[in-house]
């Protein structure tokens, strides 16, 4: 591969100073003090606490890594917490009101913190050092971690015990461990609240809904509250009242982690990215106003270069220049990288994408607006300040165009599909669908532009579906009960790529063998070399200077016009055929024309184990042949195709692909 573009160091002046903020967003993990007179929170990777009313919140750790998942002790004197300073989580342990901070676990595993025995003696946290996770105790004062229950196959987590009987209240599905966010679940692997004795061997299902019940909370008096989505398929705080859960917030947002003071007077958790307190005795929630008063370390100017840290970029439709995100910010150069510019946005908002318009000096970008990223606009050159498209509370992302970029599809929240028109900035929604809001592949326009391509779930499984923007018509062009992933349309419109495992499910472990297909819209006849023979003996008239000019003009005008994609909906699973390797895992097909070649760029690790940038080439009359683009160990990659160049994004860096030289 050539890599014949190199971005020039770029040292960017920052300027670190102490600063209050109010109403503080990206707090986490909130616990309270047995008196429930004090909130501890996490906050930028360190522990806080605050009043529970509100006021300046006093920082408590200032570790390397990040404190995580605190836990105050009934008795009031003990903060235990979860840090990831030496790489993997471990279990700490410090005294409330300050002082020596001494490290309980050292597996590498993963252990997090989740309650404390009511004699303030013993520790409970979730660990993967045996099986998937489960729970293990750890003395206060340290010694050697022991399992809680002994079986392999359990998952308990979210442990808490009940003072008045000692029974141990659990969650045991991966939907209440691995995939706690995902609301409106309803099947087999539903969490619900249990309880187990070791005493006395009894064990009892307290919930039974279908849904998700889990993340149990209880107070000394052995007052149970849990968070559940039966009300309106959003987290909300219930307590469960005998065997029978009675609502206490009706939010039409989640609630995240609730935790009950141990004297049962107030409940805090995590709501909109910030933090609310419940009030058990009025049944009243409020939202107490944290002051942050943020003290670096150095007053001093701070420099940075982009080199190996730019996460998005795009070419402009000349070709001359480039924008790119680093480290959050924005940025522009010429396509060499030689001169670079800022294109300045509000510090404390990140950008997370960027694209050219068609006219060559607007930009479209997404960047943090109130927690979540929306679409925005600028001027390259600063003939026009920065425009908002967008204010969703949920996040705007992954950007593409139709051909003349005068449309663009992109993804919104966790189900729609938008379309922007770029000359009056408005959206519309086209699809609602099961998106899920995580792990999307991108949604992208045929060749024709009739067509987007984009990607759903259909039981828990990924299937591939194409939108028609004439009729409003969803063809499900995939539909087997295993995932398909990353479509792509070939730049004649014939064919789509994508990756996926033929023979096993990706839920709930994942992919596991993926390949790359290639899938025929239509009934197609590969190309008969008896025509190429038959080409040999045509005679060829000379041709006047007035008709080479024609021919030009009509070769120029074909170039141009957009190859038609038709799809026939009939046995398209048949018209299936594999094109990478038979051995390792192979994601994310892009494919590329050149002449009467199709390079079909991916990821793979079937040489040696590690993931790299391969491509297949397919050529008439030639058997497929796969080779090494890059030796780079890479988790994905970033493409954009132009005229004359094609520009790729890879370890943090932008450079020049030739494909043909490769």
């Not at 929630?285 to 420099?303: E, Q, R």
């Not at 379309?419 to 991108?442: H, P, Q, R």
């Not at 018509?473 to 014939?494: A, H, L």
């Not at 004359?644 to 692909?657: P, V």
Request: charged content about 25%; aromatic content about 14%.
């Amino acid at each position: 591969m050539k890599l014949s573009l190199k971005l020039t160091t770029l040292l960017f002046v920052i300027t670190l100073f102490s600063y209050a903020q109010n109403n503080t967003y990206f707090t986490i993990h909130p616990t309270l003090t047995p008196d429930a007179d004090y909130i501890i929170f996490s906050y930028e990777g360190d522990l806080w606490k605050v009043a529970t009313d509100g006021g300046n919140a006093l920082r408590l750790t200032a570790m390397q890594g990040d404190e995580t998942y605190p836990s105050v002790s009934p008795d009031g004197k003990w903060l235990a917490f979860t840090s990831n300073q030496y790489g993997n989580d471990d279990v700490y342990i410090m005294p409330l009101d300050g002082g020596q901070i001494e490290q309980l676990t050292f597996n590498e595993a993963s252990d997090v913190v989740s309650s404390w025995s009511w004699d303030s003696k013993t520790i409970y946290f979730t660990s993967d050092r045996y099986n998937s996770f489960t729970t293990y105790t750890i003395d206060r004062t340290g010694g050697t971690p022991k399992r809680l229950f002994d079986h392999y196959f359990n998952t308990v987590h979210n442990v808490v015990v009940n003072p008045t009987n000692e029974d141990i209240f659990f969650n045991e599905s991966w939907e209440s461990g691995r995939f706690a966010h995902r609301k409106r679940y309803k099947g087999d692997y539903n969490p619900d609240i249990k309880s187990y004795n070791l005493k006395t061997k009894k064990y009892t299902k307290h919930t039974t809904y279908r849904g998700k019940d889990f993340g149990a909370t209880i107070d000394k008096s052995g007052k149970i509250y849990f968070m559940s989505d039966r009300g309106n398929d959003q987290y909300n705080l219930y307590s469960l009242e005998g065997e029978n859960a009675k609502e206490l917030t009706k939010f039409n947002t989640s609630i995240m982690w609730p935790k009950v003071s141990a004297n049962g007077k107030k409940i805090v958790f995590r709501k909109d990215y910030q933090i609310y307190v419940y009030d058990v005795a009025s049944g009243k929630t409020n939202k107490p106003a944290i002051d942050i008063f943020i003290n670096n370390t150095t007053n001093k100017t701070t420099s940075y270069n982009v080199k190996g840290n730019i996460t998005y970029f795009d070419v402009s439709p000349d070709e001359k220049k480039l924008a790119f995100v680093s480290r959050g910010r924005l940025f522009i150069s010429d396509s060499k990288g030689k001169f670079t510019k800022e294109i300045q946005t509000n510090d404390n908002e990140a950008i997370k994408e960027v694209k050219w318009l068609s006219d060559n000096k607007t930009l479209a970008y997404s960047k943090s607006y109130k927690g979540y990223y929306n679409w925005f606009t600028v001027s390259a050159d600063g003939s026009e300040k920065e425009k908002q498209l967008s204010k969703d509370a949920m996040n705007n992302r992954q950007l593409t165009f139709n051909s003349d970029r005068s449309k663009a599809v992109y993804l919104k929240g966790r189900n729609e599909i938008c379309l922007l028109d770029m000359k009056t900035l408005k959206s519309t929604t086209i699809v609602n669908d099961e998106l899920w809001g995580f792990y999307n592949a991108n949604p992208y326009f045929s060749p024709d532009d009739k067509y987007i391509v984009y990607n759903a779930y259909r039981d828990f499984e990924t299937d591939i579906f194409v939108y028609n923007t004439d009729t409003k018509q969803i063809i499900n062009v995939t539909n087997t009960k295993v995932s398909e992933s990353d479509p792509y349309w070939s730049p004649d419109g014939k064919y789509l790529y994508f990756s996926s495992d033929r023979v096993n499910p990706g839920y709930p472990y994942g992919t596991e063998n993926a390949k790359i297909y290639q899938m025929a819209l239509d009934k197609y006849d590969e190309p008969y070399k008896i025509d190429k023979v038959n080409e040999l003996f045509e005679e060829k008239k000379e041709e006047k200077e007035s008709d080479k000019k024609e021919k030009d003009k009509k070769d120029e005008k074909d170039a141009k016009e957009k190859p038609a994609v038709h799809i026939n909906p009939t046995n398209m699973m048949d018209r299936l055929t594999q094109i990478s390797p038979r051995f390792g895992q192979q994601f994310s097909p892009i494919a590329v024309k050149s002449k009467d070649k199709t390079y079909i760029l991916y990821t793979s690790d079937h040489s040696e184990g590690t993931s790299q940038l391969w491509k297949t080439t397919i050529e008439p009359f030639e058997n497929n042949k796969t080779e090494r683009v890059s030796d780079k160990r890479i988790g994905g990659y970033q493409l954009v195709i132009g005229e004359k160049n094609n520009y790729i994004l890879i370890d943090g860096n932008i450079n020049t692909l030739n494909l043909d030289n490769n």
